[in-house]
């Protein structure tokens, strides 16, 4: 038997206290003569062996009560036989999230957990296999090492963009060996990235010891998302989300912005406490159509998320076509007119389904009927991300429309109106009108169409809908709608002879702007470590099908897969670094494709090791303990490596003794 606080034994010498007691107070008797008084002689002398041996009793009991307290204190323990600590398997898990960046009293997280884990290793035994484990999941991390060779590997971790759940460490342990094993857990233990039920749980084979490590602040700025709110070639407008993780005020916080490596603007913001902030950066891109973009702050000590790369592509060339039994010459006019629209036309009953596919925006103009197979391929077209505008004839079969309406989840025509009517309210809310007015309200003394002609609309209640003009009776003239990847442009009046709306300012600006909308934004940018396919649009068919993604002394072949008719690249745990790459086909340059790390670790408010203790008490968890900074390493491991500890059986037995010695007093005393 071992002892974890020897010292204590030198409080042994106390149980001398009640052996002096009792020697001292022993009793002599004086020997007083009766004339005949043999029988009360032998009572006496047989009450006083028995009182005597009571005594001895006693003291015994006392002094085993306080040998027993003793022992509780000094915490004695079996040890593991020379066998069963040969075999010992001891893992050290090191947490080199970005996070761990972050600095305390004593410096940078990172250097003090690799000083923690050496010291770790320092006080186990050299016969002990380790295994050192990083979040990076290394094939040499498989791999036992030595003491020297753990300290070399510790030694040499530099951060990862990898944030590892509990059960991830512990499956990667058990792949590794399915022995009973020891996990030395060193984290900063982030909120926002462990769940304290998760990464405190009990697992037979492993005993758990959670080493916190704790910051000074929370103080962390971060970048979190961008999108477009418009974006042309005149006027592109970016939002940016920051926001402010701290506990205090941030002013001054200077927000870059550059395209293709040159700056464009900047604002300079401040931010309360845990605000999240919405920007907007404008600027103006010409004659470039691969656009790179950065947005940038200043803040240490936490800087993977000062940056936020995106790219994506100007479509110089959109595809626009109408569909027809009799040409709409003012939309020929328009279109044919504009340097980057292709227009083509094609009449309902000669179509071409293949360049159909091909099309951003297709108009389905005054069409009397449609086919089943014409609706299956334009519902088919708006699902997979086309856009489509509906003008309606003024001699409709109305069952074949609204079975086409249907398909596509607008409203559904109904009865026919001829009273004359005007446009009265415009939705300047809706993209299309991006750019197009000064405010967002118009002059009283503008003049809008006047309608002759329209259809009522159903009101049915499941269809999302967005009114984009409104007549003065309140009837719709122009709708918007969504379908999955596609969108939907509805009038309810023809356009030759319905109204007079061709001949209207606000024509041009409807359909041109329908035309710009349907060019799809391109995702701006791909998170690291998610897994996501990118999809490939500006492949050439005549090279082979091997992509390369290049950036700065990289170059990656990107696994390529061909699911649903489109073909898509696939990057999982390829990509290591935040950057633009270029996406090329063999030499060929095909697009910028950018990619960021996950904003999930931003926010740095930990738990603290008050927190894990009180969980693990309260819950009752086994084989877990917490690391704590009130102990020395070498205690901590020698609480670690008992497998049966005493120190609870000795405080029963001390409560034991304590009871005979409280009933042998009563039994002298009765």
């Known amino acids: 038997m071992r002892y974890q606080n020897p010292q204590f034994l030198y409080f042994l010498f106390v149980i001398a206290i009640p052996i002096l007691i009792h020697l001292f107070n022993l009793k002599k008797y004086k020997t007083v003569y009766f004339s005949n008084v043999s029988f009360l002689k032998k009572i006496k002398s047989e009450k006083r062996k028995r009182n005597h041996l009571k005594q001895i009793l006693i003291l015994i009991s006392r002094v085993l009560t306080i040998s027993a307290i003793i022992l509780v204190f000094s915490k004695p323990y079996s040890p593991l036989s020379e066998n069963e600590h040969a075999r010992l398997n001891t893992f050290i898990y090191i947490d080199n999230s970005f996070s761990m960046d972050d600095i305390s009293r004593n410096g940078r997280l990172l250097d003090i957990a690799k000083e923690k884990s050496i010291k770790i290793l320092e006080n186990l035994d050299n016969n002990n296999n380790f295994w050192i484990i990083t979040n990076d999941f290394t094939s040499t991390e498989n791999i036992s090492k030595n003491k020297e060779e753990s300290k070399k590997y510790i030694l040499n971790i530099n951060n990862s ?3 590892r759940k509990k059960s991830e460490i512990i499956d990667k342990i058990k792949s590794i060996n399915t022995n009973h094993s020891t996990l030395f857990l060193v984290s900063d233990f982030q909120k926002s990235s462990s769940n304290i039920s998760k990464f405190i749980s009990e697992d037979s084979l492993i005993k758990t010891v959670l080493v916190p490590l704790e910051k000074d602040l929370n103080n962390n700025i971060s970048i979190d998302s961008c999108y477009f709110k418009n974006n042309s070639e005149n006027n592109s407008i970016l939002s940016a989300l920051i926001t402010n993780h701290s506990n205090s005020k941030k002013e001054e916080i200077v927000v870059k912005l550059e395209i293709n490596k040159q700056h464009k603007t900047q604002q300079v913001i401040s931010l309360l406490s845990k605000e999240t902030k919405e920007i907007d950066l404008n600027f103006i891109t010409k004659n470039t159509s691969n656009i790179r973009g950065i947005i940038s702050i200043e803040d240490h000590p936490i800087s993977f998320d000062n940056k936020l790369f995106f790219s994506y592509q100007i479509e110089n060339n959109i595809k626009v076509c109408q569909i027809y039994e009799t040409e709409n010459y003012n939309i020929k006019k328009l279109f044919s007119s504009e340097e980057n629209i292709q227009y083509s036309s094609q009449n309902i009953n ?9 099309q951003k925006l297709i108009l389905i103009n005054e069409v009397t009927d449609f086919s089943s197979g014409f609706i299956s391929t334009i519902q088919s077209y708006i699902e997979e991300g086309g856009s489509v505008c509906i003008i309606p004839c003024k001699e409709m079969n109305s069952e074949a429309y609204n079975s086409f309406l249907s398909s596509i989840n607008t409203n559904l025509f109904l009865n026919n109106s001829d009273i004359e009517t005007k446009i009265s309210e415009l ?9 197009v007015f000064s405010s967002k309200q118009l002059r009283d003394d503008i003049d809008l169409a006047s309608v002759y002609n329209y259809y009522h609309l159903n009101n049915k209640t499941t269809v999302l809908k967005e009114s984009i003009y409104k007549l003065e009776n309140g009837d719709d003239f122009l709708n918007y709608y969504t379908n999955k990847k596609g969108e939907i442009y509805l009038f309810t009046s023809p356009l030759s002879e319905g109204n007079n709306f061709s001949k209207h300012a606000l024509f041009v600006t409807t359909l041109y702007n329908m035309a710009l909308h349907s060019v799809k934004s391109d995702i701006l940018y ?11 649009k500006n492949t050439n068919p005549q090279l082979e099908n091997i992509y390369h993604l290049k950036a700065e002394n990289i170059d990656i072949i990107a696994d390529y897969l061909h699911k649903s008719n489109s073909a898509f690249l696939s990057t999982h745990n390829q990509i290591k670094n935040a950057n633009h ?4 086909q063999e030499d060929q340059l095909l697009q910028f494709i950018s990619f960021n790390y996950s904003r999930e670790e931003s926010n740095t408010e930990q738990y603290k090791e008050e927190d894990i203790t009180n969980y693990i008490s309260s819950n009752n968890i086994k084989n877990v303990s917490v690391f704590s900074e009130n102990n020395t390493i070498i205690e901590s491991i020698k609480e670690l490596e008992n497998n049966k500890e005493y120190w609870k059986l000795f405080v029963l037995l001390s409560l034991v003794f304590i009871t005979i010695e409280i009933l042998l007093i009563k039994k002298i005393q009765s």
Do not use: A, G, M, W
Request: proline share 3%; no cysteine.
């Open 526 to 536: 791909y998170t690291i470590n998610k897994k996501s396919d990118i999809k490939l």
């Open 427 to 435: 939705n300047l809310n809706h993209p299309i009108f991006n750019n």
């Open 350 to 358: 000669q179509l071409d389904i293949n360049t159909l596919k091909k």
């Open 161 to 163: 963009s990898k944030n």
């Open 581 to 584: 790459y270029e996406l090329t």
